[in-house]
């Protein structure tokens, strides 16, 4: 009898002994789940938080570069020895909220083909005050009246969504701004600085005589001629946007009326255009540009805008009324009085002062002027005053390009998109 006692006394100890492990090793599993499972939510949670602030919103599409493309690098305006002084970090100005209406970009008419496109004559073929030798022969430049397919459909997806301003912004599909809202008194007279100044001491007297701050682009050639004329932009308080380092043509309208990006073109190429320019414009002036590029020529499509934006440069075009097909392109680069595209000065100024008055007015207009010209005489920089106090007397208010766009998502991102990239760069420095 005690044998068969101890026997079932060991039996039962037994059972025990392994009903305890099993119990243990259920609840260990249970709470290697639980564990698991709080772990991806916190990185889920963590993944939706930390995005959106450091690569815009999460809806972004993917940005393809051009990866059997030549990555050579462009001409660099930066002595690679030399430390540019520290940057001032750039910071926009930040008057009340403005919804922004998006205006739709060019709508073409000229709709012919290549192969019927009149001749021009030289002086057409550039945009004045972006001359240099080597252009002296180059391709008719991009207008406004000469814009195609390309600028149809960019018209066709920003039209109609007066939200658009706080929508989220798609990386590789970013707008090409042309346009303010159409409800507030505000307008943008913004210069290109391509290669001549020769106009730049008048502009800059007239804006400073009635204490209006701008948006000017400057190319890194521009910058390199002009270094004088650069840091007083900057004193007199104006913004600057990137004109890109060299001024290249980007797609190949010149030769195919399209705007497909030139087989030389890639995202690479494009970027250190865009970085070139930065650099020596910090070298000279120690602070930093506006995350605002207009590209060359006005040559540009949704790749080249995708490409910028991802670098933190959004695109800013120039106004056109698809309704009245009005521009406020000045034209005042075509120098040559038997050009079919010539406007005397007084033209100039009724194009600009006349604008809107069929279509609800000129609010949230972006004109576009140079800072140099091949003219002889009968220069625009001769009714700028006249034209600014007209307007204004008219109760519009002249404001930055980034004041105009306070509130816009777009902006928003670029501006993130650019700071983070700026701060990356001095945290590996240090």
Do not use: C
């Not at 400073?208 to 521009?222: D, M, P």
């Not at 590209?295 to 949704?302: D, K, L, M």
């Not at 009085?337 to 005397?344: A, H, I, Q, T, V």
């Amino acid at each position: 009898m005690p044998l068969k006692r101890s026997t079932s006394l060991k039996s039962s100890l037994t059972g025990l002994f392994k009903a305890s492990v099993q119990r243990a090793t259920s609840q260990a599993a249970r709470l290697k789940r639980n564990l698991s499972t709080v772990l991806a939510t916190s990185v889920l949670l963590l993944f939706f938080l930390y995005i959106p602030f450091i690569h815009g919103p999460l809806n972004a599409g993917i940005i393809h570069s051009d990866s059997t493309a030549p990555q050579v690098a462009t001409k660099s305006y930066i002595n690679p020895s030399s430390t540019p002084p520290a940057a001032t970090p750039y910071i926009a100005a930040t008057p009340s909220a403005i919804v922004q209406e998006p205006a739709p970009t060019t709508v073409a008419e000229h709709t012919k083909p290549a192969s019927t496109v009149p001749n021009v004559l030289g002086a057409e073929k550039i945009r004045l005050g972006e001359l240099n030798k080597d252009l002296e022969n180059g391709p008719l430049p991009l207008t406004h009246e000469l814009h195609r397919e390309e600028s149809v459909k960019s018209a066709k997806h920003q039209r109609g969504d007066s939200a658009w301003s706080h929508a989220p912004v798609s990386l590789a599909s970013p707008p090409d701004v042309t346009r303010g809202a159409k409800n507030k008194y505000l307008l943008s007279i913004t210069f290109d600085g391509g290669y001549s100044a020769s106009e730049a001491g008048v502009v800059l007297d007239e804006l400073r005589k009635r204490g209006i701050k701008t948006t000017i682009f400057l190319s890194g050639t521009f910058m390199n001629l002009h270094p004088d004329v650069t840091v007083r932009i900057v004193e007199d308080g104006h913004e600057v946007g990137n004109h890109t380092a060299t001024h290249p043509h980007l797609t190949d309208y010149a030769s195919t009326y399209t705007h497909k990006t030139l087989k030389s073109m890639n995202r690479t190429k494009l970027l250190e255009e865009l970085r070139g320019a930065e650099k020596l414009f910090t070298s000279i002036t120690g602070t930093s540009m506006a995350p605002l590029w207009r590209a060359p020529y006005g040559e540009v499509n949704r790749e080249l805008r995708a490409w910028a934006f991802e670098f933190g440069y959004l695109h800013i075009g120039w106004t056109y009324e698809n309704s009245t097909k009005e521009s406020l392109d000045t034209l005042d680069w075509v120098s040559e009085p038997s050009s079919r595209f010539y406007l005397s000065a007084n033209e100039i100024l009724e194009r600009v002062t006349g604008f809107g008055k069929e279509s609800g007015g000129a609010g949230g207009g972006i004109i576009l002027m140079h800072l140099g010209t091949q003219r002889k005489s009968d220069r625009a920089s001769s009714v700028l005053g006249e034209m600014l106090d007209e307007l204004r007397g008219r109760g519009y208010r002249f404001v930055k390009v980034s004041t105009m766009l306070n509130g816009n998502s777009a902006l928003k991102t670029a501006f993130r998109r650019k700071s983070v990239r700026s701060y990356k760069k001095l945290s590996k420095i240090r």
